[in-house]
Structure formats: C-alpha cells, structure tokens
C-alpha cells in the first residue's frame, strides 16, 4: 500500500516547531507492516494544502494530513480539502454535541468558531477526538478523480496529545476495516549495548539466513551506545517465526540484550537492583549528575537509588569520599586507583550495597598526551570488591556524557546478572 | 525566493532518524531572511529522488538536498541527479586528494569506493566538507529545463555534524554570491524565563507597534518554562530598527532575559559566577542529578562549579547535609525547612559562596492532599543568608526535572544581578 504523509502548518516551515509527527507516525505505521513513501511539509496556506494533496492523492492509496483542523483563521485543511473534493460541508450533530459537551464539562461557554470543526464534508467519516475538540476526518476518493484507482483521504489534528490517541484507538480500527488486506505483522525490537552494529549482524545474521528465506526481515538500528535489533514478519505464520528469531538472538547475544520495545538501560539497571534487593549510590565527576538523573527519571528509583556525589573538584573527593590526596597527587584525578578510591569510598560512606564512580576529561579542553580528551575511568565497588573500566569517549561533551554512563549502567547491570566475576 | 528542502534517506520514512535537517535548515534560513515552501522526505531511490527534484525544481529558485553523497551502495543522490540534468560525473583532483588526505591523517588505507565521493557533474561547484570526505554541490540548471527561469540545485551531505558546519562556512557565503538581491535581514533573538508568554506580549508588543509600522516583524516562541522574543526586520534599515525594538524590550524585560540567540540559561549562569569570581555547589533530591549536569554541560564550568549531593534518601540528606532529622520528622523531606536546611549545609560544608537545593515531588506517585504531586521548595544559600522559592510544577517526570531546574538556576540568576535581596 502506497502511503503518503502531509504535515501542513506555517511553524514547520519556519522551523519554530520540530516536526515529530512524520516519525511517530512512521513507527506506528511500520508496527503494522506499513512502510511511508513520501512525507511532506507545507503551510496553513489553501493553496498550497490543495496542490500538495491533489498531488499526493495522484500516487497514493493512502493520504494522511495532519493540522489546520481547529478553530482559528489559520486551520483551513478541512475547507481547502472539501474544496478540492468538491464536496459540500455540512454541519454533523454528534461532533457538536460533543464540542458543547466539551466546553461544559469544563464550565466554559463555547467559543463563537468552535462550530466550525463539527462541519464535515459530505460522506466523510468522523473520527471522534477523545482529548480535544477537533474530530479527524476520513474520506474515500473515487476512482478516476486524482488517479485510476480509489484512495482514501485521513485528516488528523496537529496537537500531538490528541493524535496520538486518536491514530492508535480510532484510526487503526478504521484502517483495519477498509483495507481488508492490511498485512498481518510481528515485530520484535531487541536492545543492546556494548557492541558494534557490524559484530551483532555478523554474529546473527549467519544464524537466522533459514528464517529470512522464509520471509523474516532483520533491521539494525545503531545509535550512540546502542544497536537496537528489529525482527519482523508479516502473514499468519509472523508470531511463529518472529518468535523462533527472537530465541536465535537471544542465544546468540545472551546479556548484551537489556530490553525489547521502548526499555531503556536505566530502567533494566533499576529492575534488576529491585529483584535483587539491593542498594545503589554513585560518585560523579566528569558526567557530573547526568548518571544520577538518569537513574532518576525511573518512576520509583527512590526503592534502590539511595544518593550520589558530584565530585568536581579535587577537594571534594578527597572530602566527601575519602580519595586520599596522595592518590591524586601521585595518579591525578583521572585515574585507576582514583576511580576506585570514589567507588569504595562512596559504597562505604553510603552504606549501600552497589557504588558507580566515574572520573574522565569530558573537554573540550584538559587532555594531555598521555590521557587525551575523551579518557574516563569507571568504577563499580560492591561487596565481594572493586573493578574499574578504562574507556575512551573521543566526543563533544554531551555525547560524552551519554556513552560514559551508558558504560556504567551496563558495568552494573552485567555485575548483577553475574555474568562478570568481581575481583577485589 | 522560492527555496524547497529534500531529505533523501529511508531511514526518515521508516521512522528510525528523527529529521533534525529540515528545522535546523529553517531556522538558518530564516535568520537570512528566508523561508522554505515545501519540505518533502523520500527513500534513497534513484528513481524517488529524481521524481522528487525534478517536481521542486519546476517550483523553486533554489532546492537543497541532503543526504546520499557517501560512497555506500545506498548513496544515490549524485548518480541520480546528474542523470536527471543529465551530466556527465567528472572526477575532481582536488576532491580526490582532499579525500587521500582526511585518510592519511588518520593513517587508514583509502576504502576502496571512497573515489566516487570525488565525482563531480560537469560543471558544478565543489562545497569543500571540512568534517567528512563527502563534499557538497551546487549545480546551476539553465532556464528552460524544468521552468521559464533557472534555478539552483544544491546538494548537503547527510551527517549533521559535517552539513551543519558546511551550510553555515560554505553555503551561505556562496548563496550570497548567487543571489546578490539576497534580503538584507537583522534578526535579535531574546530569551526570557518565569514569565508567561501573553505577559510577554502583553508587556512588549504596545510599545513596539510604531515600530511594526515601520516594517519590524515580532514572533513569540513559548517552550517549557522559556520565552523566545525573535524581532526582525528586512531592508537597509534592518540594524536601525531592529535596535531600537531590541532596546526597548531590554528596558521592558529587564533581567527577564537571561540571553539571547543560542544561549542557554546554565551558561548564563555560570558566566555571571565567573565574572564575579563566586563559586556554586548543589544539593538535589527530586532532581537527581539534572542541576549538576546542566551546569555540568557549559564548558569551564569547573572553574565555579565545586560539587553536588544527590540527597534522594533521607539518610543521605542527614548525613552529608547534616539536615536535622527532627526538621525531616516534623515538616518533611518536602518542605521549606528542609529545603532550608539543605542549601544551608550544602554551603558550609562544600565552603562555597552559593549553594542551591532542590526537594520535592516528581510523580507519578507520593503526592499528598497538602502535598501534591508537582510540589517543590527550591533554596538558595549566599554569603547573607539563605531564600526559599515553593513552586507547583504538575509535569510528567523529566519535564518536571527541566522546569524545576530552569526555576533554581533563575534564582540564582537573578540573585546574582542583585535584583533579589537575601534575607537571613
């Protein structure tokens, strides 16, 4: 099925807003076997709304536009749309009940163009708007108008917290029930760190060549400190050979995988320390709380993430966590012996069971020949001992930061499925 | 002038790359005093680009691409567009050592389809790539071809860290050599925090209406806990007016602004610390973490920021604060005391000039009837004394993280500029 996406609205052309509907609803799409073939942005303008759809719909089985559905003097998708259609819009009763119905529930009159979005064009098929006033519309397109064959024209609304539930409860139902043929998909997303895009395919790839002559489709999606893994197939034997993959890897990758679907490594990292009923505390220097604000935007973290230290200066880590001076004058603060001397001390003060220390040369500026911008040092103390990693992040700061405590949480995550052994 | 924007890669319609281009490519352009018409994403095809380029090239004076200069098999953008103007591809020596040279540098072997990166359509001009082996291309296409009037055709390589550098180096002072009837534009960008965006408005735009007689264009961008202020204006008196507008919201905003065009409000902050030789600590609870690495991303931060306590557990506020626990028994980890009493201890025992302290409720659990979730007391401790803010920020977990994060560093802010007095 061909399937083109139209973001219409001024601020995208402008670049005030960043358009995150063409990607979600590729993923969406993608999770029902559906692939975009073109997406493009236009302005509020009727004009060019008219010529950008009447194109599309010349190509297209499926035109989905989003935005100008709203009230105000700039939402003219719908009318430029039933214009180009030709068809007449009419005022629907239901869509007006539930605009006043809106408005009441929230003591509010109604305001005087609210009426406006309970105008459908004629044989258009409302899609209710269960967190705003704006109902979707959908309307199929005859054969012979735009192209040979029928297609079908989706409008949803531009606030992304009402198309989003509107594409997932009402649009997919709807999608189901016109295209009888829509591809019957199953897709499974593994997640992994600490290896690269090229060693996963070349490890996997060779085990699942049976399945894929079978139809299986394999995707890699290498990001900064990830490569995410996506095993699809379409038809009534998907679950079954999606299924015998997603064993394959597993085997194969063993720990490595963290997650499927939308897991994040922080989140494992605070599971597994809840099952495992242990504590957690970390002493920072160069990530400086980004490790720690990771672990916290884990709704409950509070059950195993018990404090940190952001220890910039020398004098704090010699203060808070007991680093003796004679380490950092004689190893620096970037160091073996002092990122063990952060993680004990931090496990010790903190009386937890786990402590995570990090201490490199973020940069831009610091590095010397012999520890170069981009050299960290991290370490894990817990209670049989203390390891420490020696990594090198040669990037911009942020970055840095990223793959440095991406580094930490995986140190800890495989300590704690014991796959490492902790020397002391 | 009619620019059109073609992002080529299958990964944008697959949903598996965010487009950053297309915002990014806005906002540069719009700082010229330019805007886009129409943005369209499509696969890396040969035959998709071509259709693609050949429609926009019948529409605009300028279409930029990005993506597909690389030498993977997946690289069409060259090969295609040469075939659609029909060019031949000429090797250009100049590139061809250019790219011997980036890998010499970095003593690897040439790969071997690194070359067709040096083909170049006969006749078009090399954007030299400074961060990569891709260079860019500028094709002139004569009146006649796709319209009535030439157009230009230029295309950016796909990596934003090598087209980011190339657009703003190469690109612009080469449009300008084209385009010699280029809009002459001054652009002042303002940034605010802790005021709404009608207050803004509200505040501002009566004073300035004389000035938007006389050409000056006002745009109001509101994110999560910021205003952008954007005055503009086109023509030869652009500096002359933009100016004035810039100082009348100056003397309207005040110390609202805390900068202006890309800076950030963590680097203000740590500016105004080391232009008064003052040095910080923090102390966080709800936040986690997020303060230090805010303030942790400015580069030289190190010379103020000394170090932080992730005080998550009460324990840890207890014992590195040395927070009271009868403070902690009686009002609670959440409240005013405690907030009190953290940046308090922060201040003493880190021997810093300020110290700022976060406590409160990040959701999605832990609210009170007294004590909702959103509840935060945010407390500065100076050399005079210590200020406690309590704020309401009803957000889901990391939006709560930023806004209260914006909330403390413009405490600080503000306390700095002396605008704020310090009581004890």
């Not at 590729?26 to 008219?50: F, H, K, M």
């Not at 895009?197 to 085990?207: D, K, L, M």
């Not at 220097?285 to 720690?292: I, K, N, P």
């Not at 040669?394 to 300590?415: C, G, H, I, M």
Request: hydrophobic share 40%; with cysteine.
């Amino acid at each position: 099925m061909q399937i083109e996406i139209i973001n219409t609205g001024t601020e995208l052309l402008l670049g005030r807003t960043l358009n995150t509907h063409h990607q979600w609803l590729a993923l969406q799409l993608g999770d029902l076997g559906l692939r975009i073939q073109r997406q493009t942005s236009i302005s509020d303008t009727a004009s060019e709304i008219i010529s950008a759809v009447s194109e599309s719909l010349g190509r297209a089985d499926l035109v989905i536009t989003t935005g100008g559905l709203g009230p105000t003097s700039d939402d003219n998708t719908r009318s430029a749309l039933a214009e180009l259609l030709g068809l007449r819009l009419v005022q629907d009763s239901a869509v007006m009940d539930r605009i006043n119905g809106f408005f009441a529930l929230r003591n509010k009159s109604v305001p005087p163009h609210a009426s406006i979005q309970a105008m459908v064009p004629e044989g258009g098929t409302v899609i209710p708007n269960d967190h705003g006033t704006a109902p979707g519309l959908a309307i199929e397109v005859p054969a012979g108008k735009f192209r040979l064959t029928r297609s079908h024209l989706v409008m949803l609304p531009g606030p992304p917290r009402e198309l989003r539930p509107m594409f997932i409860n009402q649009f997919i139902p709807w999608l189901r029930s016109q295209f009888l043929e829509l591809p019957k998909l199953d897709v499974r997303t593994l997640r992994t760190t600490g290896l690269g895009e090229s060693w996963v395919e070349e490890t996997i790839a060779p085990q699942l060549s049976g399945l894929v002559t079978e139809g299986l489709e394999i995707g890699y999606c290498a990001k900064i400190g990830e490569v995410e893994i996506r095993l699809a197939m379409v038809g009534e034997r998907g679950a079954e050979i999606a299924g015998q993959a997603e064993k394959i890897v597993r085997r194969l990758l063993k720990n490595h995988i963290f997650g499927s679907h939308t897991d994040t490594l922080e989140r494992a990292v605070v599971e597994l320390l809840k099952s495992r009923n242990k504590t957690l505390a970390v002493a920072e220097s160069c990530t400086g709380g980004f490790l720690g604000h990771r672990l916290t935007n884990v709704p409950g973290a509070s059950q195993v993430f018990m404090n940190g230290y952001l220890t910039y200066s020398n004098g704090a880590k010699e203060r808070d966590l007991g680093v003796p001076s004679k380490i950092l004058e004689e190893h620096g603060a970037v160091s073996e012996a002092t990122a063990r001397a952060m993680a004990e001390g931090c496990r010790d003060i903190s009386k937890v069971d786990y402590s995570l220390s990090v201490t490199g040369i973020a940069g831009p500026t610091g590095g010397t020949d012999q520890k170069p911008v981009g050299t960290v040092f991290i370490g894990l103390a817990g209670p049989d001992g203390c390891v420490v990693e020696k990594n090198f992040n040669p990037y911009d700061r942020e970055t840095f930061k990223f793959v440095t405590s991406q580094q930490a949480l995986n140190l800890l995550r495989k300590t704690l499925l014991e796959v490492r052994m902790i020397s002391g």
